[in-house]
């Protein structure tokens, strides 16, 4: 569980300003539910054979009155249980947004925390594909303000409950023919949860896992037809997309649509956003039957997606102008101008400290070259690049030629 000091709070509060005005824009409402709720719920909805209620809930008891009570570790649970409490469904279908702490007892690593947050979009009632698309490409949206471009969509659909039995008939037959290679957690799911196994992260049980069966062959019509309706809709908005029929997600709530949000750049945890259709969900928690769908993001990794992405897009300087004598600084004060003019950035270095103290200020200034002037260099007209990012050569060459090189001609 992490301190959030001042450095790092700013970024937080550029991310929650985006975030607002976005929700905005698609009409979603915030609601804001209890971090605590009865331990039932989150067993009942996520699914007792999955890792969450096995292995990662914060789970106490009362002691004022006995009750075993959680605490969160997602959102949609409460903000379905509150919808229903308050009844939220009774005037008609309701767009509904959360953000806040979660709590998983899990091995903390890179962003992989025991209280992270997320930003969570329910659609409440809506059973047709476009609410499917409408939360994928309002995700496409947010990246877009967040100015990350490194995430990729990957779209799966898990059809109704009577095609879950029949592939899950179909997996449990593949899995027993290849019982030696499953791992303890595995065996055990065989029996009770067997399409927990495909969201195993066990290194040694994915190439199983990659030649199992796939559920879209599973599929019943009307989820397919939903399916393809979705995917039209993301066609038309221009949101590319990879159907990854291993994708199953870990909580058992879900039906029809599923999908997650990928990046390369942030390592074994690369999942930044996931999220998908639960229409059996308000129904199960008591409520009036209802479809529904939503998606949650994990606010720290979108968090260093966009610290990077806005490091890197930040412009640098071109050019540290380094010179040392009173020719070279008259001659270096020409040049400065003259790269100017050529189209590069350019810092010259004034107040005519050492040689060795301006090349410190060079390397520290973050530019991508040194240009150095010494008085030899302004007697014959020309100067010194010197790259100070990787290993490339210095070279001793006219202004026109600086340039070209420093620009990258
Ligand atoms: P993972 O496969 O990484 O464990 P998950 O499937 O358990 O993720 P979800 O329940 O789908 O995660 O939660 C939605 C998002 O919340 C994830 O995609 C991730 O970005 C974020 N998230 C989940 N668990 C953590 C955690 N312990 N620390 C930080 N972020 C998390
Ligand atoms: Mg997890």
Redesign the pocket.
């Known amino acids: 569980m992490n301190d959030i000091l001042p450095d790092q709070a700013q970024w937080w509060e550029r991310f929650e300003d985006t975030v607002r005005d976005w929700l905005h824009a698609y009409g979603y409402r915030n609601i804001r539910m209890p971090v605590l709720e009865r331990t039932d719920l989150f067993v009942r909805s996520i699914g007792e054979v999955t ?2 209620v096995e292995k ?1 809930m914060y789970t106490f008891v009362d002691q004022m009155n006995g009750e075993s009570l959680t605490l969160r ?2 959102g949609t649970a409460s903000c379905v249980r509150a919808a229903i409490e308050h009844n939220l469904l009774y005037p008609g279908p309701q767009r509904l947004c959360y953000s806040g702490p ?1 709590f ?1 007892h ?1 091995r ?1 690593q890179k ?4 209280q ?3 930003v969570g979009v329910e659609a409440l009632g809506y059973g047709g594909p476009d609410i499917d698309a409408e939360h994928i490409v309002m995700c496409a949206r947010l990246w877009r303000a967040l100015g990350i471009g490194d995430v990729a969509l990957e779209l799966n659909t898990l059809g109704d409950s009577e095609s879950r039995g029949r592939f899950r008939e179909r997996l449990v037959k593949y899995f027993e023919q290849h019982a030696a290679v499953l791992d303890a957690d595995s065996q055990r799911r065989l029996q009770t949860n067997p399409l927990r196994i495909l ?1 195993s ?1 066990n290194p040694q049980m994915q190439e199983l896992i990659a030649a199992a069966p796939r559920m879209l062959d599973d599929i019943d019509d009307a989820s397919r037809l939903h399916f393809e309706g979705v995917q039209n809709l993301l066609q038309a908005a221009q949101v590319p997309f990879t159907i990854n029929t291993r994708l199953v ?3 058992d709530y879900y039906n029809r649509t599923v999908f ?2 990928v990046t390369a750049s942030l390592g074994a ?7 998908g259709r639960y229409d059996g969900l308000i129904e199960q928690i008591g409520g009036k039957a209802a479809p529904a769908c939503g ?8 968090l260093e997606l966009m610290q990077h992405a806005q490091q890197t897009a930040a412009r640098v300087t071109d050019v540290y102008l380094v010179h040392q004598g009173s020719a070279a600084a008259q001659y270096a004060f020409a040049v400065a101008e003259a790269l100017r003019d050529s189209g590069c950035s350019v810092v010259l270095d004034c107040g005519g400290t050492s040689f060795k103290s301006q090349m410190k200020k060079a390397d520290g200034s973050g530019a991508r070259f040194a240009v150095i002037i010494g008085d030899d260099e302004a007697a014959a007209q020309q100067l010194t690049v010197k790259p100070l990012r990787g290993n490339g050569e210095q070279t001793r060459c006219v202004i026109a030629h600086a340039a070209d090189l420093i620009r990258g001609k």
């Open positions: 890792d969450i990662e570790p997602e979660m998983r899990e903390p962003g992989r925390y025991r992270f947050h997320q969201d992260k997600r870990g909580l997650e949000w945890q690369g999942t930044v956003c996931a999220g998606f949650a993001m994990g606010v720290e990794r979108l």
